[in-house]
């Protein structure tokens, strides 16, 4: 199996200042189509999570362009421009190169 | 709007069986790709199973080892999982979630070819499955 693991645990960030989540695999999310097969969730508090980002970059619909995804092979990051209340939550990374998807161990996002 | 709805769930005894259910709205279900996800208490997300529109191809954690069945009716607008054999760790709350389809384009040389993508866009709000003597 995919082992996906994340970085920080727990990060505390000031609402307008940047935040950064870092996601690392044990095996290359890059497909033979170019494509990283890795999506980034986010469960806030009492939600079910819900999708940020998808093949890496790519934003879902209606997600705030403050968030972006990047990175290839197996390393990944989620970056969040100017920090919000309201993003206040547990981000995961997930791959879905292979079966089992496996997610990361998450990431609590507080406001300090 | 599109919903979906996770019924089922509930306190069985270890080595018990409990039958979820996943009703969906404001979508045209057999459209969709569908996947189960749990998470324990305090815990991470964990996938444990998905299942194309046509019910004829289904995936597992090799975790659940045979216990766990997914299956859809499409005529109900309904996805299910069968759980046997329940063991206290499989206490959690399940989620299931639609799998969106989205079409991009990959260059292979001088090909560029079609591919699939599917990702979870929309997830029920879960059922909550307790397994304790």
């Known amino acids: 199996d995919i082992v996906m693991t994340q970085s920080p645990l727990s990060l505390p960030v000031t609402p307008g200042e940047p935040a950064s989540i870092s996601c690392r695999s044990s095996?290359?999310?890059?497909?033979?189509?170019?494509?990283?097969?890795l999506d980034w969730y986010v469960q806030k508090p009492g939600q079910s999570p819900q999708v940020l980002i998808y093949?890496?970059?790519n934003r879902a619909s209606g997600v705030p362009d403050r968030f972006s995804g990047s990175g290839s092979g197996t390393d990944f990051s989620l970056k969040i421009t100017r920090v919000e209340a309201e993003d206040v939550g547990i981000y995961y990374c997930?791959?879905?190169?292979?079966?089992?998807?496996?997610f990361g161990g998450g990431t609590k996002v507080e406001i300090k | 709007q599109v919903q979906l709805v996770e019924s089922g769930g509930g306190l069985v005894k270890p080595g018990g069986s409990l039958r979820l259910s996943c009703e969906v709205s404001?979508?045209?279900?057999?459209?969709?790709?569908m996947s189960w996800v749990r998470q324990a208490p305090g815990k991470g997300l964990e996938w444990l199973s998905h299942?194309?529109?046509?019910?004829?191809?289904?995936q597992y954690a090799d975790s659940l080892k045979g216990r766990f069945t997914i299956s859809r009716d499409n005529a109900k607008n309904s996805l299910y999982l069968i759980m046997n054999s329940l063991r206290a760790e499989d206490t959690a709350i399940y989620y299931c979630?639609?799998?969106?389809?989205?079409?991009?384009?990959?260059?292979?040389?001088?090909?560029?070819?079609?591919?699939?993508?599917?990702?979870?866009?929309?997830w029920g709000r879960g059922t909550t499955v307790i397994v304790s003597s």
């Open positions: 979630a639609r799998r969106q389809r989205v079409l991009k384009k990959a260059t292979r040389g001088t090909t560029v070819v079609d591919f699939y993508y599917y990702y979870m866009d929309v």
């Open positions: 404001g979508f045209t279900f057999n459209d969709y790709h």
């Open positions: 299942i194309k529109d046509n019910d004829r191809s289904v």
């Open positions: 095996q290359s999310l890059l497909h033979s189509n170019g494509y990283n097969y």
């Open positions: 093949l890496g970059s």
């Open positions: 997930m791959q879905s190169l292979q079966t089992p998807l496996t």
